[in-house]
Antibody
Framework: QVQLVESGGGVVQPGGSLRLSCAASGFTFSSYGMHWVRQAPGKGLEWVAFIRYDGSNKYYADSVKGRFTISRDNSKNTLYLQMNSLRAEDTAVYYC??????????????WGQGTLVTVSS | QSALTQPASVSGSPGQSITISCTGTSSDVGGYNYVSWYQQHPGKAPKLMIYEVSNRPSGVSNRFSGSKSGNTASLTISGLQAEDEADYYCSSYTSSSTRGVFGGGTKLTVL
């Protein structure tokens, strides 16, 4: 069965950095695009970033462009999100999610359990 | 402000049917048949309930159905059950530079 397990969340000061990881299993990781989606406390879902199955294309939400970098290691079945210049408004649960298709359609068929990132001094 | 508009809340009694709307534009909902719906219980990850406007993933109850008319997509839940009480989000492919877009979410209360 498909499993996505995020890790790397925690408390970080404003302006700091953090790297999230998402370990994937139960499917051919190298054949699917992957997303990061976040949810601020008590708020709705916000799409953050996408990476194509082969890493050749990456897309970002305007709110994180220039600060966050999505990447993947298909040999390790792992997705990453490098977050720099963190702000209070980045505080959220971060989910990794599998794209249902080979390309970006915005249809997320499996989700991890999420990892909490808190930006606070 | 979310790119897709959903009602903040809907409610219904057990056994009844409810419909949640998701309104976008011709650049997203109206222009593509890639609308999906997600169910989220408190403290849990979202779960895909409908994809490509009206398709159900394996294991999702046939009480859940989706449709689209113009720039508005809809999720209908028939035969409401207590376990359907959750937040529901729509999502759509978009041709805008925003790429990924969700609705603001709808809280379903089963009375």
């Amino acid at each position: 069965q498909v499993q996505l397990v995020e890790s790397g969340g925690g408390v970080v000061q404003p302006g700091g950095s953090l790297r999230l990881s998402c370990a994937a299993s139960g499917f051919t990781f190298s054949s699917y695009g992957m997303h990061w989606v976040r949810q601020a406390p008590g708020k709705g879902l916000e799409w953050v970033a996408f990476i194509r199955y082969d890493g050749s294309n990456k897309y970002y939400a305007d709110s994180v462009k220039g600060r966050f970098t999505i990447s993947r290691d298909n040999s390790k079945n792992t997705l990453y999100l490098q977050m720099n210049s963190l702000r209070a408004e980045d505080t959220a649960v971060y989910y990794c999610a599998k794209e249902k298709s080979i390309r970006f359609l915005g249809e997320f068929d499996y989700w991890g359990q999420g990892t909490l990132v808190t930006v606070s001094s | 402000q979310s790119a897709l508009t959903q009602p903040a809340s809907v409610s219904g009694s057990p056994g009844q049917s409810i419909t949640i709307s998701c309104t976008g534009t011709s650049s997203d909902v109206g222009g593509y048949n890639y609308v999906s719906w997600y169910q989220q219980h408190p403290g849990k990850a979202p779960k895909l309930m409908i994809y490509e406007v009206s398709n159900r993933p394996s294991g999702v109850s046939n009480r859940f159905s989706g449709s689209k008319s113009g720039n508005t997509a809809s999720l209908t839940i028939s035969g409401l059950q207590a376990e359907d009480e959750a937040d529901y989000y729509c999502s759509s492919y978009t041709s805008s530079s925003t790429r990924g877009v969700f609705g603001g979410g709808t809280k379903l209360t089963v009375l």
